[in-house]
């Protein structure tokens, strides 16, 4: 997230932050010299600078200041990267669920006798009240990560490309796991029905189902993405970009297909075996990977009569039965 707060900071958050917080009013605010026009942002600015620990100041080069919050002030970056974060999801989750639901979706599903009343719409509003407390709970990971927290490099040249390359699947790895038995203890009947169960509501999901769940459901599952850089070496951008595939990879696996057949289907969870998840609550808990299931016996092979169109299609033709008579 450095890299996407510099980016920000250079191209818009400056902007903001001089207009709203100037560094001129912020000195007479903070030297009680405040005139009956200051406004009540200025002097609330003011007291919450003094109370969180900030750079200091040096009076003799205010004029090259451009706001009373400096980029490395910890309240603005927590402030910055909360916003960034929270539009990023955002925009990741309606453009990447709308792209899979008008084109990967299989839309007959939707027949489906367990497919609620306006789900599609239940979904979406789950995910929007989801992701403020969301992304609230996971800013002090990326607050520890600009401020030099974890193990991330910013050149390749300090471990070098093999390893580099090798921390992509160690990363996939490592996470998948860990996800895995996070996942699995969220099933336990004392804890499923207060964090997890919501997310089961869907049982025959569409992409939009993907961040319909409790805040702290998707942050607890969120944990070993954040986990991993504090524990092994990772370049920063490296980083982002697998943290964005990952986003894009658990909107995909909640499509409700079961193509059934292909030659990686006993090694990568995918859309397949997670609806079947969705189906049957305690089978096929891993993200991306099928090996941990297989070792926790919780695998469950997608084979094509488990195929949940199979209902649609016997439906279907119940009606049209009906219609014939």
């Keep these: 997230m450095e890299y996407v707060l510099d980016f920000a900071d250079q191209h818009l958050l400056d902007s903001v932050y001089t207009s709203f917080l100037p560094a001129t009013s912020f000195l007479a605010s903070s030297s009680s010299q405040l005139s ?7 002097s609330f600015a003011s007291t919450l600078y003094q109370r969180i620990p900030h750079p200091s100041i040096d009076l003799n080069t205010i004029s090259s200041l451009t706001s009373a919050w400096p980029r490395d002030y910890l309240l603005r970056q927590a402030i910055s990267l909360y916003f960034l974060t929270l539009v990023g999801i955002v925009f990741l989750y309606f453009s990447m669920a709308t792209t899979s639901y008008f084109f990967l979706f299989n839309h007959d599903m939707m027949k489906h006798p367990r497919f609620l009343d306006g789900q599609v719409a239940m979904e979406i509003k789950k995910s929007m009240t989801g992701f403020p407390g969301m992304v609230l709970l996971t800013i002090p990971w990326f607050l ?5 927290g974890g193990r991330f490099y910013s050149e390749v040249e300090e471990y070098g490309w093999i390893y580099l390359l090798l921390s992509i699947p160690a990363f996939l790895i490592f996470t998948d796991t860990t996800i895995y038995w996070i996942h699995r203890l969220e099933h336990h009947p004392r804890i499923y029905k207060h964090i997890h169960k919501s997310h089961h509501k869907w049982i025959i999901p569409t992409p939009f189902a993907s961040f319909a769940f409790n805040p702290l459901d998707g942050y607890v599952q969120s944990i070993p993405y954040h986990l991993f850089p504090v524990l092994f070496p990772l370049h920063k951008k490296l980083y982002l970009g697998l943290f964005v595939v990952i986003n894009c990879w658990t909107i995909f696996i909640h499509d409700s297909d079961m193509v059934t057949g292909s030659r990686f289907e006993k090694i990568i969870n995918g859309p397949t075996h997670h609806t079947l998840h969705h189906l049957y609550f305690t089978v096929n808990y891993g993200q991306y990977f099928t090996f941990s299931d297989r070792l926790g016996n919780s695998y469950r092979q997608p084979d094509p009569e488990l195929d ?9 033709a119940a009606q049209q039965e009906a219609k014939d008579r």
């Design 308 to 316: 949940p169109i199979h209902a649609v299609n016997k439906l279907k």
């Design 36 to 42: 009956n026009s200051s406004s009540s942002l200025t």
């Design 144 to 148: 520890s990560e600009v401020n030099g």
